[in-house]
């Protein structure tokens, strides 16, 4: 991810991508020119990368030339397009191709034919590398196109966003969505995550999801998903990756205007975590932090059988169901510190200590990480 001005802006075509496309372009012309030596036309600022990386691949003598259109400022797209700058050759008879880095509404197009209207060019063809389908509002035919994209503000490969973003080698499309804050808590049963989510929520003004009182809720209100669960929850076993991946994204999704989550309970499994980088991806966000609260076994069936007393939850009530619990922790979850350390994304916190202690120490690695995105 990059940023831009204001902007957050990700990866969208990279720079192999771009070449094949260019290189395809570039036989394709040749292929339906010929003998003949044709004049390209690039429209500048955009489309200097295109032109130069084009000519590179061009098999045969051709001439380029330049003109110059003002074309964007900021994001939209500017309606009135100003004057040409540039044409000084006669172009009569000639075979023109105009070059292009991108075509949108095709406002640009408009003015290019007016102005070759009155030279006596042989044939006017127009090349882009990029097309949005969707926003083309214009007639003219366009003769070759390298990558068809939807209607999202791009930039890079000669693109700008403000005059930012020309000089990158791949192409970067516009976050959706502003920056958010998503944090994995992680830990053993018992490990205190519930008590820090709450702290945690209200500091940072994110939205808390523990799978388990999820779980718990549907239970105590019989709901279909509460029957189901409850047959894995009573053994302390998980409940299945596709019904707990379902529910998540469920809860998610009825927050729409969140700054950020906190996960509690979940990812449990590699299935689990990919479904969860997959959703965040698809809101232009992504996992900032699994944190981990690390607490020895034997405090953790202390702890839990202390709060077993007074929850009056079944799975806190009996010793061996919690040590099953902590086991399949280890067994099947303790695996994610593994995913998320090789995104270099886990950070483990001694979950030992005053609940203040504690809060404390999570909190320095959720600063951390907002100092780290420029937030
Ligand atoms: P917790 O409150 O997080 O300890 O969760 C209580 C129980 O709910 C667990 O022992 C599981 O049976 C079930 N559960 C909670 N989260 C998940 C999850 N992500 N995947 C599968 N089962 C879960």
């Not at 290189?23 to 010929?34: H, K, P, S, V, Y």
């Not at 990558?147 to 700008?160: A, R, S, T």
């Not at 729409?256 to 979940?266: C, N, P, S, V, W």
């Not at 975590?273 to 069936?301: F, G, P, R, T, W």
């Amino acid at each position: 991810m990059i940023k831009l001005h204001d902007k957050y802006f990700k990866p969208f075509i990279s720079a192999k991508q771009i070449d094949e496309a260019m290189q395809r372009l570039a036989l394709q012309i040749a292929e339906d020119i010929g003998d003949e030596i044709p004049v390209f036309v690039g429209i500048l600022n955009g489309s200097f990368m295109v032109v130069s990386d084009f000519v590179k691949k061009y098999p045969n003598p051709c001439e380029v030339t330049f003109i110059k259109l003002a074309s964007y400022e900021g994001v939209k797209s500017t309606e009135d397009i100003q004057r040409l700058i540039g044409l000084t050759q006669d172009l009569t008879d000639r075979t023109v191709i105009i070059l292009e880095d991108i075509i949108d509404t095709g406002n640009t197009l408009h003015e290019v034919y007016r102005i070759f209207k009155n030279e006596q060019v042989k044939s006017l063809k127009i090349a882009t590398l990029f097309h949005k389908p969707e926003a083309y509002k214009k007639d003219f035919k366009l003769h070759y196109v390298g990558i068809e994209i939807p209607n999202k503000f791009i930039v890079g490969y000669g693109l700008d966003y403000d005059g930012l973003g020309r000089n990158l080698p791949e192409v970067y499309q516009i976050k959706e969505t502003q920056y958010m804050t998503n944090l994995v808590l992680f830990g053993p049963p018992g490990a205190g995550k519930g008590t820090q989510a709450n702290f945690l929520k209200e500091k940072y003004n994110l939205v808390h999801i523990s799978t388990g009182d999820v779980f718990r809720y549907n239970i105590k209100n019989e709901t279909a998903l509460g029957m189901l669960a409850k047959s894995y929850i009573d053994k302390g076993e998980l409940v299945p990756d596709q019904v707990t991946i379902d529910m998540l994204e469920a809860e998610v999704e009825k927050n729409t205007t969140a700054k950020g989550f906190i996960f509690d309970g979940f990812p449990r499994t590699n299935a689990q975590a990919d479904a969860l980088d997959a959703l965040m991806d698809s809101k232009d966000s992504q996992i900032n932090a699994m944190i981990a609260l690390e607490v020895d076994d034997e405090i953790l069936v202390e702890r839990l059988l202390g709060r077993g007393k007074t929850s009056g939850r079944p799975d806190d009530a009996d010793e061996s169901i919690i040590r099953n619990r902590i086991k399949e922790y280890y067994d099947k979850t303790a695996i994610l510190k593994d995913y998320y350390t090789a995104q270099d994304k886990y950070f483990g916190v001694d979950g030992v200590g005053s609940i203040d202690d504690i809060t404390l120490r999570l909190s320095s690695v959720i600063d951390n990480l907002q100092y780290e995105f420029g937030n």
